[in-house]
């Protein structure tokens, strides 16, 4: 537990004092201080009426607003927001955007009261003042043209940071740079020659242990585990050279926690990278741990220079700063608070590592400090989303900032790196354009009569290690899905003909490749054809159009056959999905759209289809001529083509390809089998296809066509596995947890080879499962509370009140439904509040699940429900978690997709194995270290035992009531 900052007495005022409000503001729900000359304790009620009236230091008054007047209106003071501050003196640099965040992140104790929360406000000025003076002069010239640009918006801020400034010695003579055009100060990427081919080595065992200790000596791990040496060893073998065509060294290894599996896998991954000459792609499933790993390569190299050069982390395009985005958004921003916000996003963007603002260093929390009536909050126009190339509107060589992009770096970057941070998601696409280049190679080989070259002839994906394996199922199943829908329709719409409607970037396909097409007058025919057969799908409006039902229950007036397409499904959607309601025995959440099965599909719904069909070949026809122009300009030979030119081709090939040859013939075939069967899916079918809706907020918004495959572990093992020479499956919950008596032979593995893609290659895998090292008897306790009635909020809310407060905080709430989640918030965040304890929830909160989580790790007193983005998303080491309580057992949700795989899989046998991954999972959070003690509280009496044989070695299962769990925890968490 951290100790709290000591009150200090009244004092001078520090001279940073006279630019800047008198009084700050410490707060909890229950009641607030105001630390300063006139130092006193607030009610809420009154904090409610000095809010409007006179300014204070805060931080995070976003936050502090909801929790003051919701949605209410309300009068609003000029507040001096600390983290405002921080962004700007400290950019790139993490912080929680809260009081302890800001504490923590500034060198002090967590505050852990509201007074000391005031007091330590005035501290971390201090600190970040001082921190300006001593920066470096390139840092504050670039400082004071932001300064001064802010100051004429009235930033309350400016005044303060200009004195800072003036007391810093800038030269006079100095030439300011731009405050916000700072593309023109980013350094330039260079490009990178190809690496070839890796060579055909093996490691020893001395090489990996000699590598893993010196890893460990450079991380400063004085420690030696057995058990992360022996998984290291058996890491190893997918690095051996591979000898049968489409089977690679495959292995799936179960690493307790505990074991330190990721220097475990990095340690033979960079030995075998340095001695082959070779590239390792590690991949995970959240952007949490892709910033883990990429913090734990730090032991594997003597310098940071060297890391910088062989390690780089990879994402999709839709997680990098667009910077010709950003220069549009600036040029629409006229309102102050749009302006200082762009001051301080093009700090972030100066002195980013990567650009990355989905996940990176960027202060996610930044854009909700933004007033609510500003333009820029209610058009969401500087939000990560907005900033962010996600509709392949990419110009490549044209554009302005092409030779700065943050993501040509990266992609530049990883050519040369030794090893590759990635994401599943990531993996799979690079999968489809390995082969996608291979087949082209081939091909373009053939016509010209020459051997392919070696660099393409092999795949970049071909040492894998997935970390998080247990996830790649459901990577797999996203990545080769196939989805209609209104908004991805109209996202095609707006990706071939440009922005129609409201004044903002879109230039659509004419625009932005017109001029790579002077000359040749089939390709612009191709073109002029593609743009009157886009006319058909969705436009502005569309969402409305679909979903808002007239008397006759059809739509309001939809515009062509994929809008009138959608609406007929709605009215299969409405008619069948009471009765698949009723079949289910689980409450339907408000947040949850309805869905029926496809087919036999109405009369209505197979008509539109063949009509939709029609109007989708119309556009596939003139996409796929410009491809084959484009393609032929690239290979004939006949011309030379400038290398901007080249590669602005190229990367459109990219988009046209994907939407020519893959997205319009999956919708083609999804509504040809709408038009042709009119029974049932039969049994055995390899795809399944349903209807859904999409519902924000309890209201229905779009309508959905899908097509999953029923074993997405196929076209996994055939895309992605096959091509691969070793292939390394990681987590802490591979096997599935039945007991196996003795004498028993049972493989633990089932599942997850099932879910890998392991069972679709000729010789499988390889598996083992190395246990934890701690001692979970003695560090853990699990409690199953059987007085708690599930069906009753009410009880569960008290029940999870109770809880908290025995556990002192450091409590996470799971839940199975978003409106349970909200009910409960409402019931016990005020009593918790008096208690001393904050309460934070995803879904009520304005701050995203990774906020959310900073937050409750900088907190060792606060508690967070949440839904399974917490559970999968949380690592919060030490005791700052000691307790989680569930809800309800989180049985899979029987939709139709996950019927029609309970019955491949292996009916109640599959639900059991899911569910038990998940409680594994979940339980895997709570002891992170040999000195956490944790509880695990599962407030479902009906829960079986044998959903928690998944849970290591020692734990017991306590059945017991409420009050006699309270007791135990109390005095197993706080023995003293």
């Given at each position: 537990?951290?100790?709290d900052?000591t ?5 001078t ?11 700050a503001l410490?707060?909890?729900p ?12 607030l009610s809420?009620?009154e ?9 204070l ?13 919701g ?6 003071a000029?507040?001096f927001?600390v983290l405002?501050l921080?962004a700007f ?13 800001l ?14 929360q005031a007091?330590?406000l005035?501290?971390?000025i201090?600190?970040?003042c001082?921190?300006l003076?001593?920066a ?9 043209s932001g ?9 309350p801020w400016?005044?303060l ?8 010695q ?5 030439v300011?740079?731009?405050?916000l ?6 350094e330039e990427w260079?490009?990178q ?13 001395e ?15 004085d ?6 040496r022996?998984?290291?060893q058996?890491?190893r073998?997918?690095?051996?050279p591979k000898?049968?065509k ?11 926690t505990?074991v330190?599996k ?11 990278a ?5 590239q390792v ?7 949490a ?10 032991a594997l190299?003597?310098s ?6 062989q ?11 667009c ?5 549009e958004?600036?040029?629409g ?8 916000m762009?001051?301080?996003m ?13 996940s990176?260093?960027f ?6 400090l933004l007033?609510?009536s500003?333009p ?19 110009t ?15 992609v530049?970057?990883?050519k040369s790196a ?17 082969l996608?280049?291979v087949a082209?190679?081939?091909m ?10 070696d ?7 071909s ?9 790649v ?17 109209f996202?095609?719409r707006?990706?071939?003909r ?9 230039r ?33 409006g569309?969402s409305?159009?679909?979903?808002v039902?007239?008397?006759?229950g059809?739509?309001?007036?939809p ?5 009138a397409?959608l609406?007929?499904?709605y009215?299969?959607?409405d ?6 309601r ?11 759209g ?6 036999p ?18 556009i596939?026809a ?29 990367g ?6 994907r939407?020519a ?26 795809t399944?296809d ?10 229905v918004?779009?309508?959905c066509?899908?097509?999953?495959y029923v ?10 596995l096959k ?5 390394l499956?990681a ?10 008596e ?12 099932q879910?890998t ?18 001692d ?14 599930r069906?009753?909020?009410?009880s ?7 809880l ?5 905080g ?5 839940f199975?439904?978003?409106r ?8 016990i965040?005020?009593?918790l509040?008096e208690?001393?304890?904050s ?13 959310l989580?900073s937050v409750?790790?900088a907190?060792?007193h606060?508690c ?42 292996g009916?109640?046998l599959?639900?059991?194995a ?7 999972q979940?339980?895997?959070r709570?002891?992170?270290?040999k ?12 829960a ?6 998944g ?24 023995p003293d």
């Open positions: 537990m951290s100790e900052v009150l200090k007495p009244p004092e005022p520090v001279w940073w004092r006279d630019h800047a409000p008198k009084a410490g707060y909890s229950a009641r607030a201080f105001i630390a300063g000359e006139d130092a006193r304790a809420v009620n904090l409610r009426e000095l809010w409007g009236r006179e300014p230091i805060v931080a995070n008054a976003a936050l502090v607003r909801t929790r003051l007047f949605n209410r209106q309300h009068r609003e000029r507040h927001d405002e921080f003196i400290r950019p790139a640099q993490f912080c929680a955007p809260s009081v302890a965040g504490a923590l992140a500034c060198g002090y104790a967590e505050p852990q009261t509201p007074e000391a007091q330590v005035f501290d971390v201090t600190r970040l001082e921190d003076k001593a470096p002069l390139g840092f504050r010239l670039v400082a004071q300064v001064r640009l802010m100051e004429k918006q009235g930033w400016a005044p940071l200009q004195a800072v400034l003036d007391e810093s800038i030269p006079a003579d100095y300011p740079p731009p405050a055009d700072v593309w023109t100060l980013l260079e490009d020659p190809p690496e070839g081919q890796a060579r055909a080595v093996s490691l020893t065992e090489e990996v242990g000699a590598a893993l200790d010196a890893n460990l000596a450079r991380a400063g791990l420690e030696r585990r057995p058990e992360q022996e998984f290291a058996k890491a073998d997918i690095f051996a000898f049968m489409d089977q690679p060294n495959m292995l799936l290894a179960e690493a307790g505990g330190g990721t220097l475990g896998y990095l340690a033979p991954a960079h030995a075998w340095r001695k082959a000459q070779g792609w590690v991949s995970t499933y959240t952007k741990l892709q910033k883990q790993i990429y913090n734990d390569t730090r190299f003597d940071p220079h060297e890391r910088a050069e390690v780089v982390v990879r994402k999709g395009r839709e997680n990098y700063l910077l010709l985005n950003f220069q958004r600036l040029n921003a006229h309102s102050q608070p749009e302006i200082i762009a001051v301080l093009a700090r972030w963007v100066l002195y980013s590592r990567d650009g990355d603002i989905m990176g260093d202060p996610t929390w930044l854009p909700s007033p609510p500003s820029a909050h209610v058009f969401q126009t500087l939000t990560p989303s907005a900033l962010v190339d996600r509709r392949g509107e990419c490549y060589a044209a554009c302005p900032h092409y030779r700065v992009c943050f993501i040509e770096k990266s530049r970057k990883a030794t090893l590759v941070i990635a994401n599943h998601a990531l993996v799979m696409a690079q999968a489809a354009y390995d996608r280049d082209r190679a081939e373009e080989a053939e016509l010209n009569g020459e051997d392919m070259q660099e393409v002839a092999t795949s970049a994906l040492r894998l290690i997935f970390d998080e394996g247990h996830h199922f459901e990577a797999a199943d996203s990545a080769f899905a196939t989805r209609l829908s209104g908004l991805e329709a996202e095609l707006r990706w071939i440009g922005n129609e409607g409201r004044s903002r970037r879109g659509g396909l004419e625009a932005r490749l017109g001029d790579l097409l002077s000359g040749d007058d089939a390709s612009k025919q191709a073109m002029q054809e593609l743009m009157r057969a886009a006319v058909v799908l969705p436009a502005e569309f409305q159009r679909i979903t039902r007239t008397q006759s059809g739509g309001l007036d515009v062509g056959p994929i809008e397409l609406v007929e499904v009215g299969q959607i008619i069948r999905q009471g009765e698949a009723l079949r289910s025995r689980f409450s339907a959440d408000g947040e949850q309805g869905e029926c099965e496809a087919h599909c109405l009369e209505g719904v197979a008509l539109a289809a063949k009509t939709a069909a029609r109007a989708l070949a119309a596939e003139p996409l796929l001529a410009l491809v084959r122009a484009l393609e032929d300009r690239l290979s004939s030979g006949k011309e030379d083509i400038e290398p901007a030119d080249r590669i602005r081709i190229e459109a090939l990219r988009g046209l390809e939407r040859r893959m997205l319009l013939p999956a919708w083609r075939a999804l509504l040809q089998q709408l038009t042709l069967d009119d029974e049932p899916t039969p049994e055995g079918a390899q399944i349903w209807f859904s809706t999409e519902v924000i907020r309890g209201r918004v779009d309508v066509l899908n097509r999953h074993d997405p572990s196929l076209p996994l093992a055939e895309y992605v091509p691969a020479h070793g292939v499956v987590s802490a919950t591979l096997s599935d947890g039945i007991k196996v003795e004498g028993e032979s049972r493989d633990i593995f089932a599942l997850a080879r879910r893609g392991a069972n679709h290659l000729v010789m499988g895998a390889k598996a083992i499962r190395v246990a934890s090292p701690f979970y008897a003695a560090q853990a306790r699990l409690f199953v509370v059987t007085d708690v009635s069906e009753d909020a009410r569960v809310g008290a029940a999870m009140q109770a908290f407060v025995a556990a002192k450091g409590a996470l709430g799971l199975t439904a978003i349970r989640l909200k009910a409960v918030y409402e019931q965040n005020k009593p509040s208690q001393g304890l309460l934070y929830a995803q879904h009520v909160d304005p701050l995203d699940v990774s906020d989580i409750f790790r907190e060792h606060s967070l429900l949440g839904t399974d983005a917490i559970r999968d998303g949380v690592d919060v080491p030490g005791q700052a978690l000691r307790l989680i309580a569930f809800d309800r057992i989180p049985w899979p949700r029987p939709d139709t997709l996950h019927r029609a795989r309970r019955q491949h899989f009916a109640r599959y639900d059991d899911l569910t038990r991954a998940k409680l594994a979940a339980f895997g709570l002891i992170r270290r000195d956490d003690r944790g509880v695990f509280v599962m407030l479902d009496s009906a079986p035992t044998r959903l928690f044989s849970l290591p070695e020692g734990v017991l299962v306590q059945r017991c009531t409420l009050a006699e769990a309270i007791t135990a925890i109390e005095k197993f968490l706080y």
